[in-house]
C-alpha cells in the first residue's frame, strides 16, 4: 500500500502547463511547455490549462467526457507517476491480486481526500460554531434570564450554518474536484483493460453526486455518504473494468 500512495503522490493535481505548438526557422515542429522564442511560427497557441483541447494526436474523448484531454495536461513527472502505477496495477493484474488492486484504489481516493493540507480544514466548522456560540453567550449575558436561550440558540444556529458554508467551501468542494481529476485519469492507468462502457456511466455518475453533495445547501452528511460510494464503486471497477 505505501508504495502505491508514494507513486500517486507525485500524480496529485498539479496545474496543468500550457503546452505550445511551433515551428522554428527551418520549419522543424516543435511542442514545448515554454513560450517559443521570437519569430517561431505559432501552429497552436495554448488556452488556460482547464480548457486545453484534445491535439489531432490522441484518442477522441469517451462518451463526449475530456478525459484524455486531462492526461495531455499531465507534466512529464505527474505522466511518469502515472505510468508507474499502470505498471503497478498490471503486475497485481496478472497475479490476481486484488488485495493491492483495492489498495492503490484506496491510496488515491485517501490522497484526493487529505493530502496538501485539507486534513486540517474539519476543523473549520468546528471554531466557527465555537466563536458564535461564544458571542451569542456574551450577548445573552446582559439580558433577562427569558432571553438567554434563545439569544445563544440563534447564534449556535447561526453558528452551525457558517460553519456548513466553511465546510463545504474549503473541504467538500475542493476533494470533489480532487477525485474527479485523479479518478479519471485512473480510468486510464487500470494496468491494461479499457474500461467498460457500463462502468464508466457508472463512475460519471458518482462523480457528479459526489460534486452535488458538496453544495453548501446540502446537509453535510450527505457528501461523506457520497464518497463512500464513489469509493466502494472504484474499487469494484478497477477490480473488474
Not at 505510468?83 to 497485481?92: F, G, I, N, S, Y
Not at 484506496?106 to 490522497?111: E, I, K, M, N, R
Request: proline share 11%; net charge positive; with cysteine.
Amino acid at each position: 500500500m505505501s508504495l502505491g500512495a508514494g507513486l500517486l503522490a507525485l500524480a496529485l493535481l498539479v496545474q496543468p502547463r500550457p503546452v505550445y505548438h511551433w515551428r522554428d526557422a527551418q520549419g522543424q515542429p516543435h511542442v514545448t511547455d515554454t513560450p517559443p522564442p521570437p519569430g517561431a511560427a505559432v501552429v497552436e497557441a495554448p488556452p488556460p490549462p482547464a480548457l486545453e483541447p484534445v491535439t489531432s494526436d490522441l484518442p477522441a474523448p469517451r462518451h463526449g467526457r475530456p478525459v484524455r484531454q486531462r492526461e495531455a495536461g499531465l507534466s512529464p513527472v505527474q505522466r511518469a507517476a502515472w505510468e508507474a502505477v499502470d505498471q503497478r496495477l498490471a503486475l497485481a493484474r496478472s497475479r490476481n491480486d486484488t488485495r493491492i488492486l483495492k489498495a492503490v484504489a484506496d491510496s488515491l481516493v485517501d490522497d484526493c481526500l487529505w493530502n496538501g493540507g485539507l486534513w486540517a480544514r474539519p476543523v473549520l466548522p468546528v471554531l466557527a460554531v465555537a466563536l458564535l456560540g461564544l458571542l451569542g453567550w456574551w450577548l445573552a449575558l446582559g439580558q433577562r434570564l427569558a432571553l438567554r436561550v434563545p439569544i445563544l440558540g440563534a447564534f449556535l444556529l447561526l453558528g452551525l450554518a457558517f460553519g456548513q458554508v466553511l465546510l463545504a467551501t474549503f473541504l467538500y468542494q475542493p476533494q470533489a474536484r480532487r477525485l474527479r481529476q485523479n479518478l479519471e485519469l485512473l480510468e486510464l492507468h487500470l494496468g491494461g483493460p479499457d474500461l467498460s462502457p457500463a462502468n464508466e456511466a457508472l463512475l460519471l455518475r458518482r462523480y457528479q453526486a459526489v460534486e452535488d453533495a458538496a453544495h453548501a445547501l446540502q446537509p453535510p452528511w450527505r457528501f461523506p455518504a457520497e464518497v463512500a460510494a464513489l469509493r466502494r464503486d472504484v474499487k469494484r471497477v478497477v477490480i473488474d473494468p
